[in-house]
């Protein structure tokens, strides 16, 4: 293990904010991570888990107590089941899948980040969650002080959400098991209607699975939302705010506000209406680019908040704060954050 004091902690996030961790540790193997963590509970030292960074928004004042850099390795494949260890770069082990021929992930080519961090955020894009295809989660159990196998359904998933994300001090999560499909060289049925769209084909159909990969960078790529140093567009945690999931009478209050508008709306469980964050912002004269300071809105996507090259995490804030009271005011919809915030909050 590595370890390093008062280690600066913004090059090891997308967005490049947040101050330094008092103490910095870097984890290469699943014993190195528990043994980290088993110190720093024992210690009753503050834990953070960091990954690739992708999914942070850490305070300018940075994190008074252990950061754990998670940097395992592991692609481990026999026929359609596969292993990654929680350090793998989930973009990198989505193009291996590809190139092996198995479905199932394809969708979410090119999405920031680490394999473990995965079923945390119920990582999904284009039609396609983790959920569908993880079937146990190999995690570190801090309450129990053991290591342990959760299956699909312990593992609680819903929307951007899960067990982890509930219980976020309990679960480190050290593997992650997927069943993916041998499709004959082709993708998952598409299911969402821009990707549809911009490969000529309807919902539910299949296409090449390369071609499926590469249309979804493309895609990604024009919304600034595949990493890139000289792209300041990218210098973001993605979707800043989740799409709205509201109850049928918080939609049908929402509609009465939309004054001949027509939002987009996607049936959800138990009820409820989806709605897009995205539409909402902009309608509330949030375009893509505004802002004027060292921390706008990307150009190419209303939904990424960006640091231009010399914001702080305050100045990131301050623009989100705005775009949400701003979409409150419009449409009475409560935009919530995606990003897992450290030493801050809206």
């Given at each position: 293990?590595?370890v390093?004091q008062?280690?600066?902690?913004?090059?090891?996030?997308?967005?490049?904010?947040?101050?330094?961790?008092?103490?910095?540790?870097?984890?290469?193997?699943?014993?190195?991570?528990?043994?980290?963590?088993?110190?720093?509970?024992?210690?009753?030292?503050?834990?953070?888990?960091?990954?690739?960074?992708?999914?942070?928004?850490?305070?300018?004042?940075?994190?008074?107590?252990?950061?754990?850099?998670?940097?395992?390795r592991?692609?481990?494949?026999?026929?359609?089941?596969?292993?990654?260890?929680?350090?793998?770069?989930w973009?990198?082990?989505?193009?291996?899948?590809?190139?092996?021929?198995?479905?199932?992930?394809?969708?979410?080519?090119?999405?920031?980040?680490?394999?473990?961090?995965?079923?945390?955020?119920?990582?999904?894009?284009?039609?396609?969650?983790?959920?569908?295809?993880?079937?146990?989660v190999?995690?570190?159990?801090?309450?129990?002080g053991?290591?342990?196998?959760?299956?699909?359904?312990?593992?609680?998933?819903?929307?951007?959400?899960?067990?982890?994300?509930?219980?976020?001090?309990?679960?480190?999560?050290?593997?992650?098991?997927?069943?993916l499909?041998?499709?004959?060289?082709?993708?998952?049925?598409?299911?969402?209607?821009?990707?549809?769209?911009?490969?000529?084909?309807?919902?539910?159909?299949?296409?090449?699975?390369?071609?499926?990969?590469?249309t979804?960078?493309?895609?990604?790529a024009?919304?600034?939302?595949?990493?890139?140093?000289?792209?300041?567009?990218?210098?973001s945690?993605?979707s800043?705010?989740?799409?709205?999931?509201?109850?049928?009478?918080?939609?049908?209050a929402?509609?009465?506000?939309?004054?001949?508008?027509?939002?987009?709306?996607?049936?959800?469980?138990?009820?409820?209406?989806?709605?897009?964050?995205?539409?909402?912002?902009?309608?509330?004269?949030f375009?893509?680019?505004?802002?004027?300071?060292?921390?706008?809105?990307?150009?190419?996507?209303?939904?990424?908040?960006?640091?231009?090259?010399?914001?702080?995490?305050?100045?990131l804030l301050?623009?989100?704060?705005?775009?949400?009271?701003?979409v409150?005011?419009?449409?009475?919809v409560?935009?919530?954050?995606?990003?897992?915030?450290?030493?801050?909050?809206?």
């Open positions: 293990m590595q390093l008062n280690a600066p902690l913004a090059p090891l996030t997308t967005l490049r904010l947040g101050g330094p961790a008092r103490r910095l540790v870097t984890a290469t193997t699943d014993d190195e991570v528990v043994a980290a963590v088993r110190e720093a509970d024992a210690a009753g030292e503050p834990l953070l888990l960091l990954g690739g960074g992708s999914n942070l928004v850490i305070g300018d004042a940075g994190f008074d107590g252990t950061a754990l850099r998670i940097a395992t592991g692609f481990d494949l026999d026929g359609t089941r596969l292993e990654l260890a929680a350090g793998e770069v973009a990198d082990a989505v193009a291996r899948t590809v190139g092996a021929g198995l479905a199932g992930v394809e969708f979410l080519a090119g999405i920031p980040g680490s394999a473990g961090a995965t079923p945390v955020q119920n990582v999904g894009a284009y039609g396609q969650e983790v959920a569908e295809t993880i079937t146990e190999v995690a570190y159990d801090r309450r129990a053991e290591t342990v196998v959760l299956t699909n359904a312990e593992c609680a998933f819903s929307y951007r959400h899960s067990r982890f994300k509930a219980d976020p001090h309990r679960y480190v999560v050290l593997r992650v098991r997927f069943a499909e041998d499709a004959a060289g082709q993708s998952s049925p598409v299911k969402y209607a821009e990707v549809a769209r911009t490969l000529g084909v309807v919902a539910g159909e299949r296409v090449d699975l390369a071609t499926a990969a590469d979804v960078l493309a895609l990604r024009g919304k600034g939302m595949v990493l890139d140093p000289e792209d300041h567009d990218t210098w945690a993605g800043f705010f989740t799409n709205p999931v509201l109850s049928a009478e918080q939609y049908a929402f509609a009465a506000r939309l004054e001949g508008l027509t939002a987009p709306a996607f049936p959800a469980p138990d009820g409820c209406t989806k709605t897009s964050a995205a539409w909402l912002i902009d309608k509330a004269g375009t893509k680019g505004y802002g004027t300071g060292p921390a706008t809105l990307s150009t190419k996507h209303t939904l990424a908040l960006t640091n231009r090259g010399s914001a702080t995490t305050e100045d301050a623009l989100a704060r705005e775009v949400r009271d701003g409150r005011a419009a449409f009475g409560e935009l919530v954050n995606e990003p897992v915030m450290v030493g801050v909050a809206l």
